[in-house]
Nanobody
């Protein structure tokens, strides 16, 4: 089993920055990709960014390209999401998830954190 704990959320004004962390414990050998997702009230969960832990290759949703950066520290079993130039529409609960690489560079997520709230005011 893998436990994921997110941190770093909070309230910020538009244009500000936050850095989210996703710290993993347990069977950390059992996954090789990590993603960040957002879920706003009344909306479906959406993929924001993804990183392959071995190669470091990344994927970003169009809505966050150029503003968000996903990175990892494998020694600390931690993945980060640096969020810059935040907009009110980025307001959501952010979750990290870990899983195994699938076909076509996708990630099949097996483990999920509890989420951290990000609120961006205008």
């Amino acid at each position: 089993q893998v436990q994921l704990v997110e941190s770093g959320g909070g309230s910020v004004q538009g244009g500000g920055s936050l850095r989210l962390s996703c710290a993993a414990t347990g069977a950390t050998y059992s996954y090789n990709c990590v993603g960040w997702f957002s879920q706003a009230p009344g909306k479906e969960r959406e993929g924001v960014a993804r990183i392959m832990l071995t190669s470091g290759s990344t994927y970003y949703a169009d809505s966050v390209k150029g503003r968000f950066t996903i990175s990892r520290d494998n020694a600390k079993n931690t993945v980060y999401l640096q969020m810059n130039s935040l907009k009110p529409e980025d307001t959501a609960k952010y979750y990290c998830a870990a899983g195994a690489r699938g076909m076509g560079g996708t990630c099949r997520y097996n483990y999920w954190g509890q989420g951290t709230q990000v609120t961006v005011s205008s």
